[in-house]
């Protein structure tokens, strides 16, 4: 692969991202300069990172990136691979711990601002949790574990926490399909880091929502539920 021949609409076509930029991509990830395979396959740092830029622009198949990189499907996968692995080995952590300089207290109060101004009912709420099902091919062991009763799929199951600036936060899974939202999040630890990190220097807890799926906690609210709500619970519920 020659970068030097490719435009900067065939760039933003194949890989999402402006040539010029690609440096720059691969500074941030901390890319190396060239990654070895476990059957010692050997790719350039940014033929890698390109490799799992074009992978991840969907759709694309492994035989689809052929032309474009010259080699084997099978040396395709095994370098994508080895990029999703350096990624999630070096920042992962930035999905899994609520310890970051951009979810500061003081942070978190202006997303609740964010939230409230936009309408919202509380004024410490600053993200929203939730599940989402990916479906799966039906599995020839264990399909009971992976089935959906609520999709009636086969899928796995991941959590996630997403900001008002559309970032996501906090982010837990793979799990079973059969899980259910309070479970994931018993197993996530998310209510500890959240008691951990989620407070204003007055010790007032910063909320996250939920839907009825979940346990009511101090950081975790949720909408009200029994069957005789007055006007201020319905207008709470409607937001």
């Not at 890698?48 to 990189?69: E, H």
């Not at 080895?82 to 920042?91: C, Q």
């Not at 007055?202 to 996250?208: A, E, Q, T, V």
Request: aromatic fraction near 10%; proline fraction near 7%.
């Amino acid at each position: 692969m020659q970068l030097q021949y490719m435009t900067n609409d065939e760039c933003r076509s194949d890989f999402r991202v402006d040539l010029a930029d690609l440096a720059v991509l691969a500074e941030a990830l901390r890319i190396p300069e060239k990654f070895v395979c476990p059957n010692r396959t050997v790719a350039t740092g940014m033929e890698g990172l390109c490799v799992a830029l074009r992978r991840f622009a969907y759709p694309c198949r492994f035989s689809d990136m052929i032309p474009r990189f010259g080699r084997s499907v099978s040396e395709l996968r095994l370098i994508a691979s080895e990029v999703t692995d350096h990624i999630y080995n070096t920042h992962g952590y930035l999905l899994t711990d609520l310890n970051q300089p951009w979810l500061h207290p003081d942070r978190l109060q202006e997303y609740a601002n964010a939230v409230h101004d936009a309408g919202g009912a509380l004024e410490n709420c600053w993200g929203f949790v939730d599940g989402t099902v990916r479906p799966i091919c039906r599995p020839g062991e264990n399909q009971r574990v992976m089935y959906n009763g609520h999709k009636r799929i086969h899928a796995i199951k991941f959590q996630s926490v997403v900001a008002p600036n559309g970032l996501i936060a906090n982010l837990y899974g793979p799990v079973e399909g059969k899980r259910h939202d309070a479970g994931m999040l018993r197993m996530s630890g998310l209510l500890d880091q959240l008691d951990q990190h989620c407070n204003t220097p007055l010790g007032d807890p910063l909320c996250i929502y939920g839907d009825p799926a979940y346990p009511l906690r101090r950081h975790l609210q949720k909408p009200f539920q029994h069957p005789n709500l007055d006007e201020r619970q319905l207008e709470f519920n409607f937001w």
